[in-house]
T-cell receptor
Framework: DQQVKQNSPSLSVQEGRISILNCDYTNSMFDYFLWYKKYPAEGPTFLIS?????DKNEDGRFTVFLNKSAKHLSLHIVPSQPGDSAVYFCAASAQGQGAQKLVFGQGTRLTINP | DTGVSQNPRHKITKRGQNVTFRCDPISEHNRLYWYRQTLGQGPEFLTY????????KSRLLSDRFSAERPKGSFSTLEIQRTEQGDSAMYLC?????????????FGSGTRLTVV
């Protein structure tokens, strides 16, 4: 069963506009959520995270929103830049500070067009 | 520190052969994790170590898979009698004490192709 789902395999956005990547989860025990960015031939790199006690976290051009009632989170990138073109993974963990493993979504390939 | 290092970067093997991958974590990180990523999917958890102790194994880790971290530093992942379904990217991550899933640094992975 896919506990974390990213239903859009790909997304194309014009440079300078907003990119919105979506993620849904089914496990109500998840209490921490992370977004990773992955370039080809590299491992995933951490981008931004959010705890379930918050509904928004912002870091520069990146903002993550969490809607616990809908079990949905989204990553907003504004303004989008060509260097943002990559695969983005949503991930979730349970059990608070004791969490060791992450459950990942399938990823969304973001392409920023000049 | 150069981050998490994985070797080899690519491995092509014939079905039925054994393969071994190595992961060198960030030196001060005591936790080390293995994940597998197949085409079109996100990484899936396989196992993790705290120092030299293997504390959790996924049901994905069949009896053909074995992982070790003998001195609490580098780790090896061995796959015996490889099958075509083992073709995937094998990712290693390490994390410092107390951060667990919140503090991962991933390596660049080993891409395995079983022919």
């Amino acid at each position: 069963d896919q506990q974390v789902k990213q239903n859009s395999p790909s997304l194309s956005v014009q440079e300078g506009r907003i990119s919105i990547l979506n993620c849904d989860y089914t496990n109500s025990m998840f209490d921490y959520f992370l977004w990773y960015k992955k370039y080809p031939a590299e491992g995933p790199t951490f981008l931004i995270s959010i705890s379930s006690i918050k509904d928004k976290n912002e870091d520069g051009r990146f903002t993550v929103f969490l809607n616990k009632s809908a079990k949905h989170l989204s990553l907003h990138i504004v303004p989008s830049q060509p260097g943002d073109s990559a695969v983005y993974f949503c991930a979730a963990s349970a059990q608070g500070q004791g969490a060791q493993k992450l459950v990942f979504g399938q990823g969304t390939r973001l392409t920023i067009n000049p | 520190d150069t981050g998490v290092s994985q070797n080899p970067r690519h491995k092509i093997t014939k079905r039925g052969q054994n393969v071994t991958f190595r992961c060198d974590p960030i030196s001060e990180h005591n936790r080390l994790y293995w994940y597998r990523q197949t085409l079109g999917q996100g990484p899936e958890f396989l196992t993790y170590f705290q120092n030299e102790a293997q504390l959790e194994k996924s049901r994905l880790l069949s009896d053909r898979f074995s992982a070790e971290r003998p001195k609490g530093s580098f780790s090896t992942l061995e796959i015996q009698r490889t099958e075509q379904g083992d073709s995937a990217m094998y990712l290693c991550a390490s994390s410092p004490q107390g951060q667990g899933a919140y503090g991962y640094t991933f390596g660049s992975g080993t891409r395995l192709t079983v022919v």
